[in-house]
Antibody, heavy 121, light 113 residues
Framework: EVQLLESGGGLVQPGGSLRLSCAAS????????MSWVRQAPGKGLEWVSG????????DYADSVKGRFTISRDNSKNTLYLQMNSLRAEDTAVYYC??????????????WGQGTLVTVSS | DIVMTQSPDSLSVSLGERATINCKSS????????????LAWYQQKPGQPPKLLIS???TRESGVPDRFSGSGSGTDFTLTISSLQAEDVAVYYC?????????FGQGTTVEIK
């Protein structure tokens, strides 16, 4: 059974940093692309970032490019999202998702329960 | 970025009746090399993460009831719930995954009338 468990969320001041983690199990982690998707309170879904199975290829939404860094440790079956220069508009539940990749495209087939990030002074 | 527009924003349907959600993309998400539509549908129940219902516009995921069906091609897509059940109350999102960034529709809330 696929399991994705996010952690690392919390309250942070504007301009601050936070690192999210996602522990994966139930599948061969290194063979799957992964993504982070966020959802602001009461709002819709926004894809944030994706990474290939090897970690050699990454993509970002323009809204986070240059501030967020996605990475993975395949030896630990863990996905990360380093978030710097946080803004109030980054406040959201952040979901980790397992991707199915077809060529250069991917869609998410399993999602974690999410971790809440609140950016406020 | 590709804009995905869903209609309606909310839908109230009687139990056992049909629910239809539309999704329109600002550019075609049909990839000519493989003739596949790069379009997925997700269901999100209150307090839960999204769940993948349909990929490739019309391929139902394993375990998804057959009352859910997807159709359409190019820029216009439809999710149909043929006979609404109480457990189908949720927000439904379409997403294109042909282009980066992958973009979602704004969501359609389905309620029981």
């Amino acid at each position: 059974e696929v399991q994705l468990l996010e952690s690392g969320g919390g309250l942070v001041q504007p301009g601050g940093s936070l690192r999210l983690s996602c522990a994966a199990s139930g599948f061969i982690f290194s063979t799957y692309a992964m993504s982070w998707v966020r959802q602001a309170p009461g709002k819709g879904l926004e894809w944030v970032s994706g990474i290939s199975g090897s970690g050699g290829s990454t993509d970002y939404a323009d809204s986070v490019k240059g501030r967020f860094t996605i990475s993975r440790d395949n030896s630990k079956n863990t996905l990360y999202l380093q978030m710097n220069s946080l803004r109030a508009e980054d406040t959201a539940v952040y979901y980790c998702a397992k991707d199915l990749r077809v060529g250069s495209s991917s869609y998410s087939d399993y999602w974690g329960q999410g971790t809440l990030v609140t950016v406020s002074s | 970025d590709i804009v995905m527009t869903q209609s309606p924003d909310s839908l109230s349907v009687s139990l056992g009746e049909r629910a239809t959600i539309n999704c329109k993309s600002s550019q075609s998400v049909l990839y000519s090399s493989n003739n596949k539509n790069y379009l997925a549908w997700y269901q999100q129940k209150p307090g839960q993460p999204p769940k993948l219902l349909i990929s490739w516009a019309s391929t139902r995921e394993s375990g998804v009831p057959d009352r859910f069906s997807g159709s359409g091609s190019g820029t216009d897509f439809t999710l149909t719930i043929s006979s609404l059940q109480a457990e189908d109350v949720a927000v439904y999102y379409c997403q294109q995954f042909l282009f980066t960034p992958r973009t979602f529709g704004q969501g359609t809330t389905v309620e029981i009338k």
